[in-house]
């Protein structure tokens, strides 16, 4: 009898989640920004949305929660209606200076007699700095742009398997690189002003199945976008997806256009995927943001571009799935030209990710200096600023290598006021050797193996130090 009873208890537990689950296929999202460990110097960030797929109005009420469901818990409560096919986002900014600890951010969505719950988990650390110190993500480029500085990878990536690529991400776990960048879905080498293309000339190859754009790199993987998320969502991983390139530097009308179906695609095909974190623009940009135009005119013309651009692309991200942020790379040289740009950009753009301060041009800005005058500009706009770390550097024949671990740690140590640091890039650069394939040279069992033992060491001590403070 009592198993009887158990049998049945799990049956009617089953059928009573089934509307949960059909809920939460809604687009109902809950967002942290960032989404893994951060210090108690940094505010978190928490985006709530949902959009309204029925055919009617909805009355919504969203509730968010630091910790379990209770009324003395409660961080933001709102109340409001949804027309059909829109959506609604909030966003709820927390300090974390008195948070140390392991958190928990639950989500309640109502309407009508339904009910919705999502959870998100946090680390908080002590800290005197922003930067946790550690590398906390990675572009992963499925092939790379240039067949010169990928020099000594580009034969190996191209052989990888569907299988190979999902080593490759748990090969990033290893590392606690849980934020995964992809690079770019689309390979198409265009420059801005130099092409005519449009969304129905487009000639680009998909790195996908793709039903806009139906030719396909020649690689090995099937779809390495799909291998990514999928293992990316078994090791509780979040993965910007890359959308681009329509060309490099692009911001015109056009290439907006063509941006919208893109990322429409890309939702309605990997949306599902609780690892789909949010949306990568692949174009970057010089962080004079007039991408080295010589007329004024143009200058201007590139400035206003970028702009608009964001504005649009992110209202319309914003629609289809609400509480994904947007994401872009600039470089770090020249800021001070964008100073009458920046404001207006940043309003409209969730995170931005600079890199290049290790090798900053003479008569520019200290890569410090850069690091600080950005950071001035996103808390200005409450823009987030994150570290796109280059853990590379040149050849003379500009092929790319490994970078000597003693530099990264450097930079790690130099530039503490980013509330993430990601790195350019895992594959080519870094290798488990315990994967079965190698991409790239030698060195790169070499640099994983060096900073595996970094992050070890890291972790010990600041459990050691934890220990000691309680």
Not at 144 to 159: A, F, L, M, P, R
Not at 193 to 206: F, L, N, P, W
Not at 225 to 246: N, P, R, S, T, Y
Not at 262 to 276: C, T
């Amino acid at each position: 009898m009592n198993k009887l009873r158990k049998f049945l208890l799990s049956w009617m537990l089953i059928l009573i989640m089934v509307p949960f689950a059909v809920i939460a296929q809604e687009g109902i999202s809950l967002t942290l920004i960032p989404p893994t460990t951060i210090t108690n110097q940094v505010d978190l960030d928490i985006r709530a949305g949902l959009r309204n797929e029925e055919g009617t109005a909805k009355i919504v009420e969203l509730s968010v929660y630091l910790g379990k469901e209770r009324p003395e818990n409660l961080l933001h409560y709102s109340k409001k209606e949804v027309m059909p096919q829109t959506a609604y986002e909030i966003k709820h900014i927390l300090s974390t200076k008195n948070l140390v600890g392991n958190q928990k951010i639950t989500l309640v969505v109502k309407y009508g007699n339904k009910k919705y719950r999502k959870v998100r988990d946090i680390e908080v650390i002590a800290s005197l700095q922003r930067s946790t110190g550690l590398i906390d993500g990675a572009w992963a480029g499925i092939y790379h742009w240039s067949e010169t500085e990928g020099k000594h990878w580009n034969n190996d990536i191209k052989q990888m398997t569907d299988e190979q690529w999902r080593e490759m991400v748990r090969a990033m776990h290893k590392l606690k690189m849980d934020i995964v960048v992809v690079q770019e879905v689309f390979r198409n080498e265009e420059y801005v002003g130099k092409h005519e293309t449009t969304v129905d000339s487009y000639k680009g190859k998909a790195f996908y199945p793709s039903v806009l754009y139906p030719e396909q790199v020649p690689i090995t993987a099937k779809d390495p976008v799909e291998a990514i998320l999928d293992e990316a969502d078994k090791q509780g991983m979040h993965v910007f997806v890359g959308v681009g390139m329509f060309a490099w530097f692009d911001f015109t009308k056009e290439s907006l256009l063509w941006h919208k179906k893109v990322a429409q695609e890309l939702w309605e095909k990997y949306g599902h995927h609780p690892s789909f974190y949010g949306f990568y623009v692949s174009e970057e940009s010089g962080g004079n943001l007039d991408n080295w135009e010589h007329s004024e005119v143009m200058r201007m013309q590139r400035k206003k571009e970028i702009v608009d651009f964001f504005r649009e692309f992110k209202a319309y991200c914003n629609q289809i799935a609400p509480a994904k942020p947007v994401m872009l790379a600039t470089n770090s040289m020249q800021v001070p030209v964008g100073l009458d740009t920046y404001p207006a950009l940043l309003q409209n753009l969730d995170i931005l990710c600079p890199f290049g301060f290790a090798r900053m041009p003479e008569g520019d800005l200290t890569g410090k200096e850069a690091a600080d005058l950005l950071q001035s500009l996103c808390n200005q706009a409450g823009a987030h600023l994150w570290f796109d770390l280059e853990t590379f550097l040149f050849n003379e024949d500009q092929s790319l290598y490994p970078r000597p671990m003693e530099e990264i740690v450097r930079d790690l140590n130099l530039f503490q006021n980013f509330e993430k640091i990601l790195c350019y890039q895992f594959p080519g650069v870094f290798n488990d050797p315990k994967m079965s394939i190698r991409i790239g040279e030698e060195r790169t069992l070499d640099l994983f193996t060096a900073y595996q033992r970094y992050l070890e060491k890291t972790m010990k001590d600041r459990l050691s130090k934890d220990k000691r403070i309680r």
